[in-house]
Every structure is written in structure tokens, then in C-alpha cells.
T-cell receptor
Framework: QQPVQSPQAVILREGEDAVINCSSSKALYSVHWYRQKHGEAPVFLMILLKGGEQKGHEKISASFNEKKQQSSLYLTASQLSYSGTYFCGTEEWDTPLVFGKGTRLSVIA | ETGVTQTPRHLVMGMTNKKSLKCEQHLGHNAMYWYKQSAKKPLELMFVYNFKEQTENNSVPSRFSPECPNSSHLFLHLHTLQPEDSALYLC?????????????FGSGTRLTVV
């Protein structure tokens, strides 16, 4: 079952913050976050496992609410290099990774 | 380079042609995947191989035929494709099927069917 991401697109000025949400109707084993720049491969950012954990990666962090089957990706003090399309991917216990439609993030000077 | 190499980077083929996409990884990963990425659509899982065994075929038409001769190599054989099959085909690998370290993607093969 494909997770639902929101928003579809967001434009930020350098230094602003953003939140990208990912939700599923299924009980999840894990949530992955990836970033893909135009013409490049998706790059793994982080994984959150069931248990409601939170993780950080430079100024990018994420949380996983196991009760709601929701994950949020937090980008703080955005930089131009953060531009790209962010995908969440979800795994149920016995299924491989299924991706959302992505959120296109544009950071402008 | 991500550690997962895909060739060719671009491919144009006619509907009656037969071609193959190649994916290679030397990361020591045991699971490999084919995904299809079309414009304005999410990444669609096509096939999963875990320890060289196919564990998932996500209702993919038979004109796509995967092959995994060993844990480092994955192929996607194409024949009698349709124009709607034009897309970016991404290969990925992970340590194993249920892993906690994420997937490593290749840069993809941009396929155009004419």
C-alpha cells in the first residue's frame, strides 16, 4: 500500500524550515526517507523503525509515530543543497519498500 | 558513484527490439531490486531478489524478465515493449531483505521506447 506524502511541493528561502509528512493505513515495520536531485539516484537519508523513534542527520531529522503510522521529516535552516524531491518509503513486516509520490522541495536564495 | 552501477545510462529501442539492462554492485549486499520511475508517478517496485532468489514480482508484464545470476549482478531483459514503458529504471541493493541500513540506488537507465 503506497504511503501518502504531503505537501506535494514546497518553496523555501534559505534559512527557513519545512516539514514533510508521510502516512500509511497499514501497520509499519519501518519508514525510510530519501532525497533525489534531478537526474541523479535517490540517496538514503535515514530509517526509522517501529517503536516511535526519532533520528537526526545534520539539520535534517525525522520522527515516527507508530500509533498513527505517520512519519515527519524536519528540515531546519534550509540550504540551497537541500533542493530536490523527498520520498518516504514504508515497509510492512513482510513486504518490500513502497514509496510515496514525493515532495518537491525548492530552496531559493 | 553510489556503489551501484547501471548500464547503459540511456537506451532508445523500437517496440520489436530485445535489449537488456544491467546492474552491478560490489557492496556485499544480498538483496537487489528493480524499480520503475515515470513522470509524476511514484517509484514502482517491479522485482525483488534476496540471496539470488526472486521473492517478489509486483504484477509486472511478461515483456520484462529479470535475471539474477549472483548476488552482485541483476539484469532486466526487455522485449516487445510498449511506448508507455518509457521511464527511468532504477536498480537498488540492500544488505538483505529486512535491513535497517536503507537501500543504495544506481543512477538509472533512461529508457525510451519508440
Amino acid at each position: 500500500q503506497q504511503p501518502v506524502q504531503s505537501p506535494q511541493a514546497v518553496i523555501l528561502r534559505e534559512g527557513e524550515d519545512a516539514v514533510i509528512n508521510c502516512s500509511s493505513s497499514k501497520a509499519l515495520y519501518s519508514v525510510h526517507w530519501y532525497r533525489q536531485k534531478h537526474g541523479e539516484a535517490p540517496v538514503f537519508l535515514m530509517i526509522l523503525l517501529k517503536g516511535g523513534e526519532q533520528k537526526g542527520h545534520e539539520k535534517i531529522s525525522a520522527s515516527f509515530n507508530e500509533k498513527k503510522q505517520q512519519s515527519s521529516l524536519y528540515l531546519t535552516a534550509s540550504q540551497l543543497s537541500y533542493s530536490g524531491t523527498y520520498f518516504c518509503g514504508t515497509e510492512e513486516w513482510d513486504t518490500p519498500l513502497v514509496f510515496g509520490k514525493g515532495t518537491r522541495l525548492s530552496v531559493i536564495a | 558513484e553510489t556503489g551501484v552501477t547501471q548500464t547503459p545510462r540511456h537506451l532508445v529501442m523500437g517496440m520489436t527490439n530485445k535489449k537488456s539492462l544491467k546492474c552491478e554492485q560490489h557492496l556485499g549486499h544480498n538483496a537487489m531490486y528493480w524499480y520503475k520511475q515515470s513522470a509524476k508517478k511514484p517509484l514502482e517496485l517491479m522485482f525483488v531478489y534476496n540471496f539470488k532468489e526472486q521473492t517478489e514480482n509486483n504484477s509486472v508484464p511478461s515483456r520484462f524478465s529479470p535475471e539474477c545470476p549472483n548476488s552482485s549482478h541483476l539484469f532486466l531483459h526487455l522485449h516487445t515493449l510498449q511506448p508507455e514503458d518509457s521511464a527511468l529504471y532504477l536498480c537498488a541493493s540492500s544488505q538483505d531483505f529486512r535491513n535497517n541500513y536503507g537501500y543504495t540506488f544506481g543512477s538509472g537507465t533512461r529508457l525510451t521506447v519508440v
